[in-house]
């Protein structure tokens, strides 16, 4: 995760590019906690995952890959902008700006209760011309005058007037940014806020199974002009999976949005995996988390062909969940045609294989959450504890 960067933080215009600040591993494992959780944003178009909805729905494991980021972030702005020691990270989210999104000229602490952030950084996690068009971030003045979205890169400027600046709109496809605001004032930190978020889950679901938790419907409502989708079937969509219920179910309105947090299965052309799942956002982590992972599958199964036990016919047990959402506007917005490209490699085989795969990753990543939570709460910071010792004095 070494990175260069070239400095153009002048009194003027303080800003710096970091290129290959973050790894591409990183970029995609981002990615995936992102599209499992993400809920309509705070503007039209678009999406965000925030830490304290991670927490708040089941997903406090899901914190760990920020810590790191968050720790060598800071220390890049204290140094480029010559703040050693002062700042707290105020801000934390997975941001995506789907078709249609823009934002005009402003600084980021252009509102009274924006006023305590001092920097901003913006890491890129997609790329421009391959993964989206549109979304060049401008300046208004100083160099450098833009900067071209690339995977691994991070835009780290003061978020007041020196640096004005907007987006481009998103011609298609999906930005994602992983972006967070520093501050000087201690009482906008907001560790101590998540820490309570993260210790209030943790206690609720100390001996429980660790699936994820769907937030209220309207919170993955997709609106733009009257019109609108869920985001948990479009996301399932967009990788080319249905979701079913059982028909030894009771009868459900068609139009029922209640389904999606209850026990249902997935599907796949003619095709219905016979895992049953706990909820909508338990199969949506299991598909993405498969397919973060599909290449890699599919190169160990090489020819191992797939096991048809592993699936039944849609026609014998299985009734398709439907619900009053605009397709077409879910195409255009998301691209939810795109699971084309996946076709060649998907097998119901690796697809088993991945939710053992899930169950490990979420186990390990909750067992060192729990090992750390002691020494983050004595401290009311979170941080990352790479010392073998002192994760074993957590543990006692």
Avoid at 136 to 160: H, K, N
Avoid at 194 to 222: H, V
Avoid at 378 to 387: F, T
């Amino acid at each position: 995760m070494e990175s260069s960067g070239a400095s153009y933080a002048t009194a003027a215009h303080p800003r710096r590019l970091l290129t290959g600040f973050l790894s591409l591993d990183l970029c995609k494992e981002l990615e995936f906690i992102h599209r499992s959780c993400a809920t309509a944003g705070y503007r039209t178009g678009v999406l965000s995952t925030t830490l304290a909805h991670l927490s708040a729905t089941g997903c406090s494991h899901l914190l760990l890959p920020f810590v790191k980021v968050r720790e060598r972030l800071k220390e890049a702005v204290e140094e480029a902008f010559d703040c050693q020691f002062e700042l707290f990270v105020e801000f934390t989210g997975l941001i995506s700006w789907c078709k249609g999104a823009s934002i005009g000229w402003h600084s980021d602490d252009n509102k009274p209760y924006l006023k305590q952030r001092d920097f901003s950084a913006v890491c890129y996690l997609n790329d421009q011309g391959k993964d989206f068009k549109g979304g060049t971030l401008r300046f208004q003045d100083g160099e450098p005058s833009s900067i071209a979205p690339v995977a691994g890169d991070v835009a780290i400027y003061t978020a007041d007037y020196r640096n004005v600046h907007c987006v481009d709109e998103i011609i298609e496809g999906e930005r994602l940014t992983l972006t967070l605001w520093f501050t000087r004032d201690s009482a906008s930190d907001e560790d101590p806020k998540l820490l309570n978020f993260l210790s209030q889950a943790l206690e609720r679901n100390r001996e429980g199974p660790f699936y994820p938790l769907p937030a209220s419907d309207n919170m993955y409502l997709f609106t733009y002009n009257g019109s609108g989708f869920d985001l948990r079937c479009a996301r399932a969509r967009q990788l080319g999976y249905t979701f079913y219920y059982s028909t030894c179910s009771e009868k459900i309105p068609e139009d029922s949005f209640e389904m999606l947090s209850k026990p249902l299965f997935i599907g796949r052309g003619d095709e219905v995996f016979e895992k049953e799942f706990v909820s909508s956002m338990h199969a949506l982590q299991v598909m993405q988390f498969y397919h973060w992972k599909a290449s890699k599958a599919a190169k160990v199964r090489g020819t191992k062909g797939q096991a048809e036990q592993e699936f039944i016919s849609r026609k014998h047990s299985y009734t398709q969940l439907v619900l009053s959402c605009d397709k077409e506007l879910a195409e255009s917005v998301l691209q939810c045609n795109c699971h084309v490209e996946m076709e060649n490699l998907f097998s119901w085989d690796d697809f088993a294989l991945a939710i053992e795969n899930w169950e490990r990753y979420t186990t390990e990543m909750r067992r060192k959450l729990s090992a750390f939570m002691p020494s983050w709460l004595s401290y009311q910071s979170i941080y990352y504890i790479d010392d073998p010792s002192e994760l074993n004095e957590c543990e006692k």
